[in-house]
């Protein structure tokens, strides 16, 4: 009975230890040397926010962030692993290490720097405004005061807009069930990142719908490292890549690839960067 | 209409992976919540004042404490690695959510044992005492071999609503199977799926589960005690 | 707000205990709101809940058939499927079907909102838990009450109302107690459905402060302090119901 007991420990522990041996004392503390040590970059994105970071029916996930990490890790010359995350532990996961790198739609706000650091350059930018059906004559954001809108939990804009603009806000855990609360009149409109709503509208689907209010508060969105790895080698690598990106204009083929119409940021970006040869 | 159920049915494998992942879960945490609520439950009838009032905190604690509240400490406190002999061993998240489910499943469990003991009539400890066994022989050989078979339906509701309660792990990022159905709805962005897809979800979890109620059930009243 | 505890918060935020519904109006107000709706629903569920059980015991104890098949049937779904699926599936299913109303400027309007469906779903869901548990107290009354309350001329039914539910309702207290302290940490899960109850609102203020262990601290103290209340009153109750003659004196 001993006999047994201990060796089935043994063999649990040899299994475990082996899966994670390649983050050995050498590395230390450098995040680059132990993704290329391991060669897994795991990164963390959301799954639920189509076409920036969804999934497919096999289960692998899929969009434009998907394709950025998968650019980053082919660089670093790794396998690229995503993990996915929700607003609630995205930073937890980042901090404890069981991911490396986030592209999960996150704004690169003051309050987060304090948690996270964030590569620059910022990789896309976002305001916030509604969608409203054709049928309400609204151009200004008073005029949907004491209105309800529906939106997604944890998103940055939920509160500014209740604050600012006196709309009352019905979150809900993704975009599907915004879109049925608001089929069934539970809400006038939705709030959301007007990147999303241009692509909704690019749909037949959302043909009897509009984006009449002005777009508030563009706030770039960052990729998040850990503090420690923002002036170590593994920062100064993402940087290297996503300004490459900027400069040849991947990010932008990457948009229309997803279906996204190229956005003022990314264009803005690219003209900045761009070779002044070629 | 067909569209819908084809549509559905692509996603099936995803979701029951996840589901796979629910049921893993409440296995491990059944296991680890049963054992350390045996312990518990001892504790609590224990003489001892040292053993009994820390059990019987930790008892009522886990029990009052929201589940998901625990979720979250367990996922937020303890780390995604350790190191053990210099080793490192990986503590995915659905395994701290693991942990964090035995948690409430112990006390729960201590509770049952509890009762069961306590039912158990008071003569068979005087007829023990009589024939000169100490307390915890008593306890080993004569009780609780005959509260194992009435603990065995309550412990099997346990079960249930412990599975029935893994999809709350969604909320700490645990890709279970109301997570999945979650990201497939999103993916599929026609919100006409919403409802056979929960409807598949509901199906799932009650095919599994209703099984395991009807036999504690059988149980129950073959060990009925009139 | 009083000025010194918000300083006294800022201060300990400052340290690094990040209090924001202590010390920042918003935070403050959306908070209360959510305890608000947090009490709300667990009053109006245990009340339909309890309602819901005795209805569905006294029929499963008093007909076979149809009824009770369908009793047992609703039993069965309730307690074998998770609340958070059942709930989306009240919210999002079975209210895309209900009829629609029309508010004063024309805009559509559900009939029936997102906290009336959660406290529908919590009563159904804690029902089929108090169904079978006041099955086991009118079980655990000795058939020989009922007999001596025939045997005096009671029909089933007078016997049954007049002399084993009371005596079933004071043997089901501690099981009951069980469901409404489940009852408690459950409504957390109206979350889902958009409505404003405590862990909704501490989910708001912990995506937009980033002090999510803070938040979840306070909601442990007040879930604690709720569930505390719940087996405080049932208590009481039962101490006031109490018959002579049952339960204490006996063998212990």
Redesign the interface.
């Known amino acids: 009975m001993f006999n047994l007991k201990g060796v089935a420990l043994g063999i649990c522990i040899a299994l475990l230890g082996t899966a994670a041996s390649a983050q050995s004392i050498e590395c230390g503390s450098d995040t680059l040397c132990k993704v290329k040590a391991a060669g897994v970059l795991k990164i963390g994105t959301k799954d639920d926010y189509k076409p920036w970071s969804y999934r497919a029916a096999d289960g692998s996930f899929k969009g434009m962030e998907v394709d950025i990490g998968n650019k980053i890790a082919e660089a670093l010359g790794v396998k690229a692993e995503f993990v996915k995350v929700n607003?609630?532990n995205r930073?937890?996961f980042l901090a404890q290490g069981q991911i490396d790198l986030m592209i999960a739609s996150a704004s690169d706000t003051a309050?987060?720097r304090?948690?996270v650091a964030f590569v620059h350059p910022n990789y896309y930018s976002s305001g916030y405004t509604a969608l409203l059906p054709k049928a309400v004559s609204a151009t200004q954001w008073s005029q949907i005061a004491g209105q309800t809108l529906c939106a997604v939990?944890?998103?940055?804009y939920?509160?500014p807009a209740?604050?600012e603009f006196g709309v009352k806000v019905?979150?809900?855990?993704g975009t599907a069930?915004t879109e049925?609360?608001m089929?069934?009149?539970?809400c006038?409109g939705l709030l959301e990142d007007d990147n999303q709503i241009n692509v909704r509208l690019s749909d037949p689907k959302w043909a009897d719908y509009q984006m009449p209010l002005p777009i508030q508060a563009d706030t770039p969105w960052g990729m998040a490292v850990r503090q420690a790895d923002q002036f170590a080698p593994f920062g100064y690598f993402v940087t290297g890549v996503l300004a490459e990106m900027h400069r040849s204009g991947a990010l932008l083929d990457m948009e229309k690839a997803n279906g996204i119409k190229n956005s003022a940021f990314l264009i803005k970006m690219h003209d900045a960067l761009k070779d002044h040869i070629n | 209409m067909p569209h819908l159920v084809t549509q559905v049915l692509e996603w099936m494998p995803f979701v029951l992976n996840g589901f796979g992942l629910n049921i893993l879960m409440s296995l491990l945490a059944i296991v680890a919540g049963t054992a350390m609520g045996t312990f518990l439950g001892l504790g609590q009838i224990s003489r001892l004042r040292l053993v009994g009032v820390p059990s019987r905190i930790a008892t009522q604690?886990f029990?009052?404490?929201?589940?998901?509240?625990l979720l979250?400490?367990c996922i937020?406190l303890m780390p995604y690695q350790i190191r053990v002999a210099g080793q490192v061993i990986v503590l995915p998240s659905w395994l701290r959510a693991t942990i964090g489910f035995s948690f409430p499943v112990a006390a729960n469990f201590s509770e049952i044992v509890r009762g069961a003991v306590i039912s158990v009539?008071?003569g068979q400890w005087e007829a023990a005492q009589a024939l000169g066994y100490g307390r915890k022989a008593t306890l080993f050989r004569i009780i609780l071999p005959q509260c194992i078979a009435r603990m065995i339906p309550p412990w099997m509701n346990l079960y249930?609503l412990l599975l029935?309660?893994?999809?709350?792990s969604v909320i700490v990022g645990v890709e279970e199977a109301?997570g999945r159905t979650q990201a497939a709805v999103q993916a599929q962005s026609d919100s006409s799926v919403?409802?056979p897809m929960?409807?598949a979800?509901?199906g799932m979890?009650?095919f599994y589960?209703?099984p395991i109620?009807r036999l504690s059930l059988v149980l129950e009243r073959r060990f009925r005690t009139k | 707000m009083i000025a010194s505890i918000e300083a006294f918060f800022r201060d300990l935020a400052a340290k690094g205990i990040n209090l924001t519904i202590f010390y920042d109006a918003?935070d403050f107000d959306r908070f209360v709101t959510g305890l608000g709706n947090t009490l709300l629903l667990i009053l109006f569920s245990a009340f339909f809940s309890i309602l819901i059980g005795a209805a569905g015991a006294s029929i499963l104890t008093m007909s076979r058939g149809a009824k009770a098949a369908l009793v047992g049937g609703y039993v069965?779904?309730f307690?074998?499927?998770?609340?958070?699926?059942?709930m989306?599936?009240f919210y999002?299913?079975v209210?895309?079907i209900m009829p629609?109303g029309r508010n004063e400027i024309g805009?559509?309007?559900?009939l029936i909102?997102?906290f009336s469906w959660a406290v529908i779903s919590l009563s159904l869901y804690s029902g089929a838990f108090n169904v079978e548990t006041f099955r086991a107290g009118i079980g655990a009354v000795h058939s020989s009450y009922e007999e001596a309350a025939l045997a005096l001329g009671y029909s089933r039914r007078q016997a049954f109302f007049s002399v084993t539910a009371p005596l079933a309702l004071r043997f089901s207290f501690a099981s009951l107690a069980n469901n409404l302290?489940d009852l408690t940490?459950a409504t957390?899960v109206a979350?889902?459905?958009?409505v404003a109850e405590l862990?909704?609102v501490s989910?708001?203020i912990?995506?937009?402060?980033?002090n999510?262990?803070e938040m979840?601290n306070v909601?442990?103290l007040i879930?604690?302090a709720l569930?505390?209340a719940v087996?405080f009153i049932i208590s009481r109750v039962e101490s006031a119901m109490r018959l002579p003659g049952f339960g204490q004196g006996g063998?212990?």
Not at chain 2, 63 to 69: G, I, Q, T
Not at chain 3, 79 to 86: A, K
Not at chain 3, 107 to 110: E, H, I, N, R, V
């Open positions: 607003s609630a930073f937890e309050e987060r304090k948690i939990q944890g998103a940055w939920n509160k209740q604050e019905l979150a809900f855990a069930e049925a609360a089929a069934q009149g539970r006038v | 604690l029990r009052n404490a929201p589940w998901l509240v979250f400490y937020f009539p008071s249930a029935t309660a893994t999809p709350l109301l919403l409802i929960y409807l979800l509901l979890f009650f589960t209703w109620n | 918003f069965a779904l307690r074998n499927t998770p609340l958070i699926v059942q989306y599936f999002f299913a209210g895309s629609v805009l559509a309007q559900p909102g997102s302290v940490k957390t979350y889902a459905v958009g862990l909704y989910n708001q912990w995506s937009d402060s980033l999510t262990i979840m909601m442990l879930y604690l569930t505390g087996v063998g212990h």
